[in-house]
């Protein structure tokens, strides 16, 4: 059972457009979420994360909504760019991170 | 850099074989975190340590897996026998404080682990 869902395995966009990445979760208790970045041969990198006290979360480009009542969360990131280009992975905190199964973001010039 | 680091960064193992796989987390981080991430999929816990206790290993696939931290640095990832579902990248992280939700985990590199 796939705690932590990302429906989209992949998603292309016009370089100075927005992106957005969505993600589903299941279990209610979960208060803390994170976005991570990978790119090919690195391990991920922390992105952004909010809580569950909060629905919104912005660091520069980057922002992460919450939204409890549906168990959805989503990053936008606005004006994306070529070097955005990455596999985007959110993940619920429960000390160990639930991780989605990604979403492949191209970013096209 | 002082970042988590993994070794080797690629290993070839023949089926049967045990294989050893390291990390070095960050300095003065007290949590560790073993992770495996399959072609396509997310990485998916395997085991957390504290320090040099292993207070869950509900992750690990089988008892052909084992971790030790003994020392509460380094940690090492043991899998005996492998077999080819063992075929992953294995991820290991470290974080800060003691295992609270809201501390960010930095991942090293990671171990591509090929069973032929």
């Known amino acids: ?109 | 850099g002082a970042g988590v680091s993994q070794s080797p960064r690629y290993k070839v193992a023949k089926r049967g074989q045990d294989v050893a796989l390291r990390c070095d987390p960050i300095s003065g981080h007290v949590s560790l975190f073993w992770y495996q991430q399959a072609l396509g999929q997310g990485p998916e816990f395997l085991t957390y340590f504290q320090n040099e206790a292993q207070l869950d290993k509900s992750g690990l696939p089988s008892d052909r897996f084992f971790a030790e931290r003994p020392e509460g640095s380094v940690s090492t990832l043991k899998i005996q026998r492998t077999q080819q579902e063992d075929s992953a990248v294995y991820l290991c992280a470290s974080s800060l404080a003691h295992g609270a939700g809201l501390d960010e985990q930095y991942f090293g590199p990671g171990t591509r682990l090929t069973v032929t």
């Open chain 1, 1 to 109: 059972d796939q705690q932590v869902k990302q429906n989209s395995p992949s998603l292309s966009v016009q370089e100075g457009r927005i992106s957005i990445l969505n993600c589903d979760y299941t279990n209610s208790m979960f208060d803390y979420f994170l976005w991570y970045k990978k790119y090919p041969a690195e391990g991920p990198t922390f992105l952004i994360s909010i809580s569950s006290i909060k629905d919104k979360n912005e660091d520069g480009r980057f922002t992460v909504f919450l939204n409890k009542s549906a168990k959805h969360l989503s990053l936008h990131i606005v004006p994306s760019q070529p070097g955005d280009s990455a596999v985007y992975f959110c993940a619920a905190s429960a000390y160990k991170y639930i991780f989605g199964t990604g979403t492949r973001l191209k970013v096209l010039a």
